[in-house]
């Protein structure tokens, strides 16, 4: 248990590093793609980073 509760923390932890490394503009740019899974994880990722 302890092991897989490790693996999730750090999951997490990398996957907001990924997100704190996109510029706004990078973010801007996938809000606005064609691509709607792209344009949902673009347009969360900014208005999170808003807060």
Same mark, same amino acid.
Not at 1 to 15: D, N
Not at 29 to 47: E, K, M, P, Y
């Given at each position: 248990?302890?092991? %897989?509760?490790? *693996?999730?923390?750090?999951?997490? %932890? +990398?996957?907001s590093a990924v997100l704190y490394s996109q510029t706004q503009d990078d973010?801007?740019?996938? +809000? ?7 344009? *949902? ?11």
């Open positions: 248990m302890r092991v %897989l509760s490790t *693996i999730v923390l750090v999951t997490l %932890l +990398c996957a973010l801007w740019t996938q +809000c606005t793609s064609n691509n709607v899974d792209t344009n *949902i994880a673009g347009c969360t990722a900014l208005i999170q980073s808003a807060s």
